[in-house]
């Protein structure tokens, strides 16, 4: 039985060892914090952290969420749902939590070393593990970035406090105090708009803004309905675009023009965004991974003057204050920073980092997953998408196939151009959307589809009625059964070439070896 090593047990990490055990895997996941969940987990969630997507979209294909969870899931809902999806697919026993790597390298011989200790222990309590194949799942969410700026170590001598989003836990730390948020992220505008109520005053200091949708346009249309389907996504033309779509942006691209202007215009009347100064600079057409859920009463907090703004970056700390980039200072006790994540494998040997990321940190990996040149390596969780839950879960079934030789890739030389045309495209026509390479959007339905038609898995899920796979939101659950199509199609080639074998090339064969 072969063995996988994989690291991370978030939203990826699980569904790649539920993926795994059932294909047949020895299965051990390593966990650093002390209950599995990833961005979920107690450690890292901040008062009032929800679910970008509605309940019924985030779901994995084969476990849905309780009924009785909301539309959009609280924070620790999500980590009991995830744990609840461990316990049913026999995940747990699998998992090591609070255990550190601390290396992973190739073997000789093939495989990987993988080293590890228990958290906050010393390095003479290090444990060495073998593994046949190692799949990192720790994903772009792991690392909180903070960035250095001068002035800090004086401005909390004197009584600030510095933290990530990841480290906001409990509003009894802004409560009275005047608060700055950098950022404008997601993270970063949930937080703002939460320390709105207990805070003396909250000034968010982004230097960009961004497209947010309301979870219900005009209150009554639930967005999912516009964002969350292949007819929303049509509307981005695709680089292999065809047919319809290819035709739809070359011949009908005025109506295209419209439909955009229209869904902007909805959207600022709807949020204000000009009224507040919120208005981003770039078409909606052009978003990346910057699209998210608006924080429920931030737009309102922002027109009313309880969430103040201030546009620039925050270039030095003072006792009691920051000075931004343009000489601003912003009276200051708390400083909350909503500024991403650091893209980083600090635990694989230089040799197989030097492969998977370049010098500017961006992943050279196939589908997000794979590089030939390290065989037996693969990475779940490094695909930035609207339904990081359905990509991840197709991208683990992917892995599994190819680990049990079940797909073949094209020739190496023919991947790596892939993966250069894909980051060329990406810096070339989103650049404000690059985030390592790592983003999808907004070609999340694309993407599944490739990962599909790469196993020889249907891409149409739903064909006796194409209408309400077009147009309705995404539906995981049509992927349940990827698993059974998968499967019976190894079973039957197995069946066509064991019909190839006739008697006579069997005895021929078998007296080639007598």
């Not at 929800?50 to 980590?79: I, K, L």
């Not at 019909?499 to 021929?508: D, F, G, K, Q």
Request: charged share 25%; proline share 6%.
């Amino acid at each position: 039985m072969a063995s996988v090593g994989i690291i991370g047990g978030g939203l990826s990490g699980l569904v790649a060892a539920k993926t795994f055990l059932r294909g047949g895997f020895e299965v051990t996941v390593f966990e650093k914090e002390d209950e599995v969940g990833g961005v979920w987990a107690r450690s890292r969630r901040y008062p009032g952290l929800q679910t970008q997507n509605a309940r019924d979209t985030y779901a994995f294909s084969d476990f849905p969420m309780p009924s009785h969870y909301p539309e959009w899931p609280e924070g620790a809902q999500v980590q009991a749902y995830l744990a609840s999806y461990a316990d049913h697919f026999g995940v747990t026993p699998r998992v090591r939590l609070r255990t550190q790597v601390g290396e992973i390298r190739r073997r000789d011989g093939g495989g990987f070393v993988v080293d590890t200790r228990p958290v906050g222990a010393p390095a003479s309590e290090r444990n060495t593990h073998t593994f046949d194949q190692v799949i990192i799942s720790s994903g772009l969410f792991s690392l909180p970035h903070i960035p250095a700026i001068p002035g800090r170590e004086a401005f909390e001598a004197n009584g600030g406090r510095v933290l990530h989003t990841t480290a906001f836990h409990d509003t009894s730390v802004v409560r009275g105090k005047r608060v700055v948020v950098v950022g404008f992220s997601k993270s970063a505008c949930d937080v703002a708009s939460v320390a709105v109520e207990p805070a003396r005053e909250v000034t968010l200091v982004h230097r960009s803004t961004a497209w947010k949708a309301p979870r219900f346009l005009f209150g009554v249309v639930p967005t999912k309905y516009l964002l969350l389907n292949r007819f929303s996504e049509m509307f981005f033309l695709h680089p292999r675009a065809e047919g319809f779509e290819r035709a739809m942006h070359e011949k009908a691209f005025g109506f295209v023009a419209w439909y955009w202007n229209q869904v902007m215009g909805a959207l600022d009347m709807d949020l204000g965004l000009t009224k507040t100064g919120l208005r981003p600079e770039a078409p909606l057409s052009d978003v990346g991974c910057s699209l998210n859920m608006a924080p429920v009463g931030f737009y309102e907090a922002a027109q009313r003057g309880a969430l103040k703004l201030h546009r620039g970056e925050i270039a030095r700390f003072h006792e009691g204050a920051v000075e931004t980039s343009d000489g601003k200072r912003i009276p200051a006790d708390v400083v909350i920073f909503g500024t991403g994540f650091r893209q980083e494998f600090p635990f694989l040997e230089p040799s197989l980092q030097r492969i998977v990321q370049d010098e500017e940190g961006t992943f050279r990996l196939y589908r997000g997953l794979y590089h030939p040149d390290v065989p037996g390596l693969g990475f779940c969780g490094f695909i930035n998408s609207l339904y990081s839950q359905l990509t991840s879960e197709v991208g683990a079934r992917w892995l599994c196939e190819l680990f049990r030789g079940r797909m073949k890739l094209p020739p190496r030389e023919e991947v790596i151009a892939r993966i250069d045309e894909h980051l060329a495209f990406r810096k070339r026509e989103r650049p404000d959307a690059f985030t390592g390479g790592a983003c999808i959007v907004p070609w999340n339905f694309h993407y599944i589809d490739d990962l599909c038609r790469d196993m020889g898995a249907r891409v149409r899920r739903l064909p006796q009625n194409p209408f309400r796979e077009f147009l309705l939101p995404v539906d995981p659950s049509l992927y349940a059964d990827l698993e059974e199509e998968l499967d019976a199609r190894a079973r039957e080639a197995r069946d066509r070439d064991e019909a190839c074998r006739t008697p006579e090339t069997s005895r021929s064969s078998s007296n080639a070896f007598s």
